[in-house]
């Protein structure tokens, strides 16, 4: 089965500057979620969606892979669905199909690489399209 993880994270923070990359208990918050991410070993793929360098290159240090994102896509009106269907977009045009998406943001560092598989696990139900936890949300046959 083919797994894609986006993890969205714009720079333009307004309530909270540089929220993405500011340190929480020793590393970037993005770096949390990157690594349940990775840990989990459900994904083929870890792309981190950004219009953002500095963002990009402490995701990059996290070996995400990274998608920079158009900035019409990274506005305070963008939203997320809008992101990931490009994301999507790109990686059908590259030749890459997945069964299941999961979209996890970027600033939720206490979620774990078990909760990530506990929530995918709600999709081996036939009946079960998509699946939310938190901030987790799995969607199938993308």
């Known amino acids: 089965m083919a797994r894609l993880a986006i993890i969205p994270a714009r720079g333009g923070s307004k309530r ?10 020793g590393k970037p918050i993005i770096g949390w ?3 349940a ?5 459900l994904f083929d793929r870890v ?3 950004t219009e ?3 963002i990009a290159s402490v995701a990059s240090q ?7 994102r158009d900035p019409s896509l990274a506005s305070d009106t963008a939203r997320v669905v809008d992101v990931c269907l490009d994301v999507l977009d790109a ?4 030749g890459r199909q997945y069964d299941q998406m999961c979209c996890l943001y970027a600033t939720a560092p206490l979620r774990t690489d078990e909760d990530i598989k506990g929530t995918v696990a709600l999709l081996n139900d036939p009946k079960t399209q998509f699946a939310m936890e938190g901030s987790v949300f799995v969607g199938g046959a993308v």
Do not use: Q
């Open 47 to 49: 792309i981190v969606t």
């Open 37 to 41: 991410a990775l840990k989990s070993a």
């Open 62 to 68: 996290f070996c995400a892979e990274i998608m920079h």
């Open 52 to 54: 953002d360098d500095a």
């Open 16 to 25: 909270l500057p540089r929220k993405n990359v500011i340190e929480f208990v």
């Open 33 to 35: 979620t990157i690594e």
């Open 91 to 94: 990686e059908l045009r590259n």
